[in-house]
């Protein structure tokens, strides 16, 4: 698995338990911005 699938991963299940639209918008810039800086590393579950 690599960071950007974890992202999306994560994403999706805090928006499945009701985080705000706005809160996962944000937190979807701020993985975009890490996967930019250091890559799309493969990461272990």
Not at 12 to 34: D, N, V, W
Request: no cysteine; aromatic share 8%; proline share 2%.
């Amino acid at each position: 698995m690599n960071l950007s699938q974890a992202s999306e991963a994560f994403l999706s299940i805090r928006s499945q338990e009701g985080f705000s639209p706005f809160t996962i918008r944000a937190y979807r810039q701020q993985h975009k911005l890490l996967i930019r800086d250091v890559g799309d590393l493969q990461v272990e579950k």
